[in-house]
C-alpha cells in the first residue's frame, strides 16, 4: 500500500494561498508608508523609534487611551460604510463629511426640541432617527443629482461638504447659538437624557456599539439579501441590469440615502456622546478618514472595523507627537496621506 504523501508545510499552504508578490505588495502596503514618515520624522530632527514607541503607548499603552480609540473608531466606521455601501454600485460617496455635520445639526434640532420631557430610552433612539434623517437628506441632494441630472456625484458630494459645513456655522451663531455662551458659536448644552451614558470613567460611551452593529448589519445586507444582490448586478453593468428591469436609478437614489442615514448616525454620535452641544468643529475630518477606512478593506464592511480602529489609534497617538517629537498632533495626517497614496497605487495598478 503506497505511503501517504507529506502534508505541506504551513509556509508552503500559506504561499499556496498568498503568492510571494501578493505578500510583498501587502508588506510594502503596511510598511511603506511608516518608512516614509520615519523619513520625515527625521528631518524635523525627531527620532522615529522613540516617536512611533509613545505613539504607540498613548493610544494602546492603558485602558485611557485604549477608550479613546474606541470612541474615535465608532464614526470612522460609519463614515466608512456611507462610502463602502455606495461603492458596491460603483458610486464614490466623498460626502460623508457634510452627512455626518447635517446629522450632527439635525439631532441637536431634536435634542433642543425634546428636552427633559422623555427618559433616556425614548429620547436617544429619537436622537438616533434624528440624526439619520438628517444625514439621509443631504445625501439625497446628491442622489437626486446624479439620478435625475445625471452629476458626477464624487463632485457634488464632494462640494456639498462645505456647504454643509457653512450650515452648520451659520445655525451655530444664530438659530442655535447659546444665549449664555460669552458670544462663542455653540449650542445650548444637551439635556442628560440626550447624553450616552459614559463607562467606567472614561469618555466611553455605550453609542460607540451602535457603529459595529451597523457594519454587521450592512455586511449581511450585502451578502444575505436579495437586495445585496440588486446592488451588485446594478454595480456589475448598470446598462444590464436595466435591461434586465431593474430600476437602476432608484437603487441608486436608495444607496444614497442608506449612506447619509449611516454617516448621519456618526454626527449624532459625536454630539450626543462626545461633544454635549453642537459646535462648528464637531466630526471635521471623521468623513474624510473613514472614506480612506473604506478603501483600506476594498469596502468590506468587517473588514472596516478594523482598519477604522487602525486609523482611530494613529488618530489618537498624534497627540504622542507634540511631547516627543515637539510637531503638532495634526502632523499624523502625513502618515494616513502616505497610506492612502499608497492604497490609490495599488488600486490604480489593479485596474489599469
Given at each position: 500500500?503506497?505511503?501517504?504523501?507529506?502534508?505541506?508545510?504551513?509556509?508552503?499552504?500559506?504561499?499556496?494561498?498568498?503568492?510571494?508578490s501578493?505578500?510583498?505588495?501587502?508588506?510594502?502596503?503596511?510598511?511603506?508608508p511608516?518608512?516614509?514618515?520615519?523619513?520625515?520624522?527625521?528631518?524635523?530632527?525627531?527620532?522615529?523609534?522613540?516617536?512611533?514607541?509613545?505613539?504607540?503607548?498613548?493610544?494602546?499603552?492603558?485602558?485611557?487611551?485604549?477608550?479613546?480609540?474606541?470612541?474615535?473608531?465608532a464614526?470612522?466606521?460609519?463614515?466608512?460604510?456611507?462610502?463602502?455601501?455606495?461603492?458596491?454600485?460603483?458610486?464614490?460617496?466623498?460626502?460623508?463629511?457634510?452627512q455626518?455635520?447635517l446629522g450632527?445639526?439635525?439631532?441637536?434640532?431634536?435634542?433642543?426640541?425634546?428636552?427633559?420631557r422623555?427618559?433616556?430610552?425614548?429620547?436617544l433612539?429619537?436622537?438616533?432617527?434624528?440624526?439619520?434623517?438628517?444625514?439621509?437628506?443631504?445625501?439625497?441632494?446628491?442622489?437626486?443629482?446624479?439620478?435625475?441630472?445625471?452629476?458626477?456625484?464624487?463632485?457634488?458630494?464632494?462640494?456639498?461638504?462645505?456647504?454643509?459645513?457653512?450650515?452648520?456655522?451659520?445655525?451655530?451663531?444664530?438659530?442655535?447659538?447659546?444665549?449664555?455662551?460669552?458670544?462663542?458659536?455653540f449650542?445650548?448644552?444637551?439635556?442628560?437624557?440626550?447624553?450616552?451614558?459614559?463607562?467606567?470613567?472614561?469618555?466611553?460611551?455605550?453609542?460607540?456599539?451602535?457603529a459595529?452593529?451597523?457594519?454587521?448589519?450592512?455586511?449581511?445586507?450585502?451578502?444575505?439579501?436579495?437586495?445585496?444582490?440588486?446592488l451588485?448586478?446594478?454595480?456589475?453593468?448598470?446598462?444590464?441590469?436595466?435591461?434586465?428591469?431593474?430600476?437602476?436609478?432608484?437603487?441608486?437614489?436608495?444607496?444614497?440615502?442608506?449612506?447619509?442615514?449611516?454617516?448621519?448616525m456618526?454626527?449624532?454620535?459625536?454630539v450626543?456622546?462626545?461633544?454635549?452641544?453642537?459646535?462648528?468643529?464637531?466630526?471635521?475630518?471623521f468623513?474624510?478618514?473613514?472614506?480612506?477606512?473604506?478603501?483600506?478593506?476594498?469596502?468590506?464592511?468587517?473588514?472596516?472595523?478594523?482598519?477604522?480602529?487602525?486609523?482611530?489609534?494613529?488618530?489618537?497617538?498624534g497627540?504622542?507627537?507634540?511631547i516627543?517629537?515637539?510637531?503638532?498632533?495634526?502632523?499624523?495626517?502625513?502618515?494616513?496621506?502616505?497610506?492612502?497614496?499608497?492604497?490609490?497605487?495599488?488600486?490604480?495598478?489593479?485596474?489599469?
Open positions: 500500500m503506497p505511503s501517504a504523501a507529506p502534508s505541506p508545510s504551513p509556509l508552503t499552504r500559506l504561499h499556496n494561498i498568498l503568492p510571494a501578493t505578500l510583498l505588495r501587502w508588506l510594502l502596503l503596511a510598511l511603506g511608516l518608512a516614509i514618515f520615519a523619513l520625515f520624522l527625521l528631518t524635523v530632527g525627531a527620532d522615529p523609534w522613540k516617536t512611533y514607541k509613545a505613539m504607540y503607548f498613548s493610544a494602546l499603552g492603558d485602558s485611557f487611551g485604549f477608550a479613546e480609540v474606541l470612541i474615535r473608531a464614526p470612522f466606521i460609519l463614515g466608512g460604510l456611507a462610502t463602502a455601501l455606495p461603492a458596491r454600485t460603483r458610486l464614490v460617496n466623498v460626502g460623508a463629511e457634510g455626518i455635520a450632527a445639526l439635525a439631532t441637536t434640532f431634536a435634542a433642543m426640541a425634546l428636552g427633559e422623555f427618559p433616556a430610552w425614548v429620547t433612539p429619537l436622537l438616533l432617527v434624528a440624526g439619520a434623517v438628517g444625514g439621509a437628506a443631504w445625501a439625497g441632494v446628491a442622489g437626486l443629482l446624479r439620478t435625475r441630472l445625471q452629476v458626477n456625484e464624487t463632485i457634488s458630494t464632494l462640494l456639498l461638504n462645505y456647504v454643509g459645513a457653512l450650515v452648520v456655522i451659520f445655525c451655530v451663531h444664530t438659530v442655535l447659538k447659546d444665549p449664555e455662551s460669552f458670544n462663542w458659536p449650542s445650548p448644552p444637551f439635556a442628560e437624557q440626550a447624553r450616552w451614558v459614559t463607562i467606567g470613567g472614561t469618555r466611553l460611551h455605550w453609542g460607540v456599539i451602535v459595529p452593529i451597523a457594519a454587521l448589519l450592512v455586511w449581511y445586507f450585502l451578502t444575505h439579501t436579495h437586495w445585496g444582490l440588486h451588485r448586478v446594478v454595480g456589475g453593468n448598470p446598462e444590464a441590469a436595466r435591461r434586465a428591469g431593474f430600476n437602476v436609478e432608484r437603487i441608486q437614489l436608495l444607496v444614497f440615502l442608506a449612506a447619509g442615514a449611516l454617516a448621519g456618526a454626527g449624532m454620535l459625536e450626543a456622546g462626545i461633544e454635549g452641544r453642537l459646535r462648528p468643529t464637531t466630526g471635521v475630518g468623513g474624510y478618514i473613514g472614506f480612506l477606512a473604506a478603501w483600506m478593506v476594498g469596502h468590506n464592511p468587517l473588514g472596516l472595523v478594523a482598519s477604522s480602529l487602525l486609523l482611530a489609534a494613529l488618530a489618537v497617538s497627540d504622542a507627537l507634540q516627543t517629537a515637539r510637531l503638532p498632533a495634526s502632523s499624523v495626517n502625513i502618515l494616513m496621506a502616505c497610506v492612502l497614496i499608497g492604497i490609490l497605487a495599488r488600486v490604480g495598478k489593479r485596474t489599469a
